[in-house]
């Protein structure tokens, strides 16, 4: 059960939910470690076009656990750690081999953010040091799989920025938002060659909490709508924000509680799934924002200066962004938690992972990991817990959705450097998949499998309809096709998570054991921005294996 909250102190909140709240106990699905060691700590990863992810962490923590192929070697006179380092901090890892392969940063990308264009290159953003202002690409190469970071040299950021959000946008470009004492945003790529432009924005100074250290509105919430205005989300506040015209459309209700929700009080967000069925192609779909997880006032400064950890956050809200008159809807989650990543899943549920039950981001700033992940059902509003990891995930952790349905995991570094005999969280270079329930082998029967795409080039054009074919041992549902837009995940924000679950307009056996769905493609780009998606057929929510496909 859930609960529109208007001034109700938060204990009161916490009690109610806590009686009302659905938690279904039965553990599902599964874990399976990856890899060992990748040599370094996952502290940001994207999944790319070619089924790999690339992740990286940061330059200055000293020498990782991987050398730099054939001898080669990074000098940089800047770095704050070592001038001179012949070890990787950033990995390509191949989901269909198993394998990895180093690669070379040659700037300090720590705290930083990206977002994948329209033609699936990453363009990275920001960090640290001499990363401040960087602009960095990396751009898949399947054909001969030697691509390497390429760092602009005649492109930079306008401004510093270190803890900032990025967004892809309906024009294809991404926009850029806060970062450590910036208070604007800025597009990239730039329109032009040196362009400076930057836009103010008010919202984020006085969203920024003046006892030191506890910014609390770092790595700002972005949801593109669908009506092409952005959701900002930062400490405890929102607004509907019009980025061509840099004015605040609308300013949303303070979410309940004390809570507060951005770095460091660390919680997640999500847009909730957009569903285009039945629309016809006519209409826009509504669009719900849900936030969960985060830490209490003063959480920081306790665990940071007295190493106190108070108990984070339990509660979760939604707020039906496209209404009238929205307001937040309150649920609570099974365990408190704070640092949790949450992911969207290609049969419209979202997974809560990793993180802690006290403190909050930071240095050594949490305690009591949450070993178990949490599935939450938006039409039910029912928590299930799920099977635990084995692997502690706290600060410096990261999860992103795989083509096949599994989760990737990886990552967990509360230390200023690598500490691999720190007590009881040492620095973390494992990788980790957690498979779903319905990746099971009882589900087996009611899996897709998808044949081919008939859309010329994979491309699943705006207000178009093309057709997937695809086999089945047992029909007994009803057939959705899902776009899922790859995450960059960092800092317990998926960055451009998107489902769109497109309106289907038939489905036919076209042979035993086959069939073909038709579906009409998202009605413009403000629904489904241009690039890349993940296309799964989801059948009695059971999601196939996706193909890629280009959404223009």
Not at 16 to 37: E, I, P
Not at 84 to 112: E, M
Not at 337 to 351: A, S
Request: glycine residues 6%; contains cysteine.
């Amino acid at each position: 059960m859930a609960f529109k909250i208007k001034n109700v102190p938060s204990f009161i909140l916490i009690l109610l939910f806590f009686f009302f709240t659905t938690v279904n106990s039965d553990a599902g699905g599964n874990w399976v470690q990856l890899q060992r060691s990748i040599g370094i700590s996952a502290m940001h990863m994207q999944v790319l076009r070619d089924n790999k992810v690339i992740i990286f962490d940061r330059t200055d923590f000293g020498p990782s656990n991987l050398s730099l192929p054939n001898g080669r070697c990074r000098f940089n006179p800047r770095d704050m750690a070592l001038k001179l380092d012949c070890t990787a901090h950033s990995i390509l890892y191949d989901l269909t081999t198993n394998t990895f392969r180093p690669l070379t940063l040659q700037t300090d990308a720590w705290c930083s953010s990206g977002a994948a264009t329209p033609d699936g290159t990453l363009i990275q953003t920001g960090g640290f040091n001499d990363g401040y202002n960087k602009l960095r690409t990396f751009t898949p190469c399947p054909e001969h799989n030697l691509c390497d970071w390429i760092e602009l040299q005649e492109q930079n950021l306008t401004t510093a920025r270190w803890y900032a959000s990025n967004q892809i946008l309906p024009d294809g470009r991404i926009i850029v938002v806060g970062g450590r004492s910036a208070f604007s945003y800025e597009f990239v790529p730039k329109s032009y060659q040196n362009d400076k432009s930057i836009y103010y924005l008010r919202f984020l100074r006085v969203t920024r909490d003046s006892n030191p250290g506890e910014e609390n509105n770092l790595y700002p919430f972005l949801h593109l709508l669908p009506d092409g205005n952005l959701f900002i989300f930062a400490n405890r506040r929102s607004i509907l924000f019009d980025y061509y015209r840099n004015r605040v459309v609308k300013e949303y209700p303070v979410i309940p509680g004390e809570e507060k929700r951005n770095y460091p009080s660390t919680g997640s967000s999500v847009l909730l799934p957009l569903n285009l069925t039945g629309l016809n192609g006519t209409r826009l779909p509504e669009a719900e924002v849900m936030v969960c997880g985060g830490a209490f006032p003063g959480a920081f400064n306790f665990a940071n200066r007295k190493k106190v950890f108070l108990e984070a956050s339990r509660t979760c809200g939604r707020i039906r962004v496209t209404d009238p008159e929205p307001e937040w809807v309150m649920e609570v989650m099974p365990m408190p938690r704070v640092m949790p990543d949450m992911l969207l899943l290609p049969n419209g549920n979202v997974i809560i992972l990793s993180g802690a039950r006290n403190g909050t981001a930071g240095w050594e700033n949490a305690a009591n990991p949450v070993f178990n992940p949490v599935l939450y059902k938006p039409g039910s509003r029912r928590f299930e817990l799920l099977a635990p990891a084995h692997t502690p995930r706290m600060y410096h952790s990261s999860a992103v959705l795989l083509p096949d349905g599994r989760i990737l995991v990886g990552g967990s570094n509360p230390h200023r450097v690598y500490d691999f005999r720190a007590y009881p969280y040492p620095t973390e270079l494992s990788l980790d998949a957690y498979y779903p329930d319905y990746m099971g082998p009882e589900f087996v029967p009611f899996r897709p499998s998808i044949i081919a795409v008939e859309a010329a080039l994979n491309t699943a054009s705006y207000n178009g309809t093309f057709s997937v074919t695809f086999s089945l041992q047992e029909f007994r549902g009803r057939v959705s096709v899902a776009l899922v837009a790859p995450s960059f995940t960092t800092h317990s924000f998926a960055m451009n998570q998107r489902v769109v679950v497109l309106d289907v307009t038939e489905v036919d056996e076209v042979a035993q054991g086959a069939y073909k769905v038709t579906a009409r493609g998202a009605l413009s780009p403000t629904v489904a921005p241009p690039g890349y998606y993940m296309l799964y057929i989801v059948h009695a929510g059971i999601p196939s294996v996706a193909v890629w496909v280009q959404v223009k």
